[in-house]
């Protein structure tokens, strides 16, 4: 079916020249002036892209974008020479694309064309985002989705890992064939090995009969080993043979199964943190990373917030019949300020359980839980919504602020859990005339004390010993000596004892190493 273009006559020379380019390119057009009824416009001509050729900072020019701002039309804006920060009027404006005039006839047709696919192949996908990381990733989807190669697949819990695993599988040539997703965090080694690879009958006390393996029934088509590196070492160690020879054998078995499956990989943790803390082999890591994809958090592209919104209330008001008008901007302005730890997954389920609950056919503030309005308003950084006059911060500030949030939120974590399990990591407070050493040791196990003699934590096999003077840093550090001594310096168990990620502990490791000094009990 040909393309459908809406052109605005703000600059009649360049909406004469362009349309008949367009013709003369096989799409179908039609013009629209401000002086017209531009929503029956948009009603009538349903276009897959809208062409402003002038006029941008008019009203119209924002009325227009309003009629189609859910994000299922592509938008290009024709920008006047003069102007000069082009992206940042792209951006203030929502407009999916800017050039600037004059615009080459021939160029803008090939744009218009790459933005309309791309848009439809995020209604195929269920991709949504104008943000140019966004972009990138769909363009590498088209890319990746082709061949057989392994992707690697990062980002953060709710980024739409999954979501991209499956629009890869969706667009390649094994699209009929089986898709099989298969979390590897999720199940204790013996059964994952299981699962992934089937066993025989008698193989276990529990194997009563023969099993197939996820890689047997993904034969052909793809298989997404979600969380990879959470995965045991021995179970790595098959993975390995998979991806190199492409072939295993099933638990208990002796005759060697081959397949033919596509292996994508997915991981909140970027694998090659996993791999300097020594939970993923080298030789896995460099098979896995062949080609790889890196999912932002919702935080580092909050200019999609909105059009998310728009586009989940839209879906969730139709799902619930629940006949809905939209937001309030100032509501709006919440969401997009808000941190996002769990990402779009959040944003949607927030989104949903506002659209059941709204007491009225818009979602206003109020209607906002308490929880994320706080949020919100901690975060002190302005970042624009369209139509609502708000700076637009660095994104280096941005980043600087998340991470002193991150710091604060892990060091209220780790208070917590002190209080939580006086059990696991006892906190004892001494007098400022502290007993000897012996005394301390008789109590607590190893005693570490500073060259100078001066207040610093005083670790144990199983005790932290608080003097005064000790900053919360020194007791942190103590508690994360103690914790390592205990899990024999795995870094994994003792991350997991901590209630802390496994990311955060080796970070702080890395710090004290580059403050000096290691921690002792680390193997
Ligand atoms: N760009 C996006 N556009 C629309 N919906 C999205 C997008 N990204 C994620 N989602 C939605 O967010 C939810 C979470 O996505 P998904 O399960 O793919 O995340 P994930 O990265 O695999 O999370 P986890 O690490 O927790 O498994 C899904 O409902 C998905 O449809
Ligand atoms: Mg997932």
């Not at 009603?43 to 892209?49: A, C, G, V």
Request: aromatic share 4%; with cysteine.
């Amino acid at each position: 079916m040909a393309h459908r273009i809406l052109i605005t006559m703000d600059d009649l020379e360049a909406a004469v020249r362009l349309n008949a380019a367009f013709e003369a390119a096989g799409f179908e057009t039609s013009m629209v002036s401000a002086q017209d009824d531009q929503k029956a416009a948009v009603l009538r001509d349903d276009p897959d892209l809208v062409l402003l050729t002038g006029g941008l900072h008019e009203p119209a020019a924002a009325r227009l974008l309003g009629l189609v701002r859910d994000g299922r039309v592509a938008t290009l804006g024709l920008l006047e020479p003069t102007e000069t920060d082009v992206a940042a009027v792209a951006h203030r404006m929502g407009l999916t694309a800017v050039l600037p005039k004059p615009a080459d006839a021939a160029e803008t047709v090939a744009l218009c064309r790459r933005l309309i696919e791309r848009k439809q192949l995020q209604e195929r996908t269920g991709i949504l985002g104008d943000h140019p990381s966004i972009q990138e990733v769909l363009i590498k989807i088209e890319q990746m989705a082709p061949v057989s190669s392994t992707v690697l697949i990062e980002g953060e819990s709710g980024t739409g890992k999954e979501l991209v695993a499956r629009a890869i599988h969706d667009l390649s040539p094994r699209r009929a064939r089986p898709f099989i997703a298969i979390n590897c965090a999720a199940l204790p080694e013996t059964l994952l090995e299981s699962e992934l690879f089937g066993h025989e009958k008698g193989s276990f006390t529990d194997a009563v009969e023969r099993r197939l393996g996820r890689f047997e029934i993904a034969d052909t088509g793809t298989i997404l080993l979600d969380e990879v590196g959470e995965m045991p070492p021995s179970t790595q160690v098959k993975l390995l043979r998979v991806l190199e020879e492409r072939e295993f054998f099933r638990v208990g078995g002796a005759t060697p199964i081959k397949v033919d499956v596509r292996v994508l990989a997915a991981t909140n943790r970027p694998l090659r943190e996993a791999m300097a803390t020594g939970d993923i082999r080298s030789d896995l890591y460099y098979r896995l990373n062949v080609l790889s994809i890196y999912l932002p958090p919702l935080r580092e592209r909050r200019s999609d917030i909105p059009l998310l919104v728009r586009r989940f209330i839209h879906e969730f008001s139709k799902l619930h019949d629940r006949p809905f008008r939209g937001i309030e901007p100032a509501a709006l302005q919440m969401l997009v300020d808000a941190p996002w730890p769990g990402n779009v997954r959040q944003l949607r389920n927030l989104v949903e359980s506002m659209v059941v609950l709204a007491p009225t056919s818009e979602i206003r503030p109020e209607d906002i839980p308490r929880e994320t309005r706080e949020q919100g308003r901690e975060r002190l950084l302005p970042v624009k919504v369209p139509g609502m006059a708000r700076e637009v911060a660095g994104q280096e500030l941005t980043y600087i602020v998340q991470s002193l949030l991150d710091l604060r939120l892990q060091v209220e974590d780790l208070r917590r859990r002190l209080e939580e399990h006086p059990q696991r990591v006892e906190v004892i407070e001494v007098p400022h005339e502290a007993p000897d050493a012996e005394v301390l040791v008789s109590r607590a196990g190893l005693v570490s004390r500073g060259a100078e003699g001066s207040a610093r934590a005083v670790t144990g096999r199983d005790a932290v010993v608080y003097e005064s003077g000790m900053s919360m840093a020194d007791v942190e550090r103590a508690t994360i000596e103690v914790a390592l001594a205990q899990a024999g310096g795995n870094r994994r168990k003792a991350a997991e004892a901590l209630g802390i990620g496994e990311r955060t502990l080796y970070r702080k490791l890395k710090e004290y190493e580059a403050g000096g000094g290691s921690i002792s009990s680390l193997t």
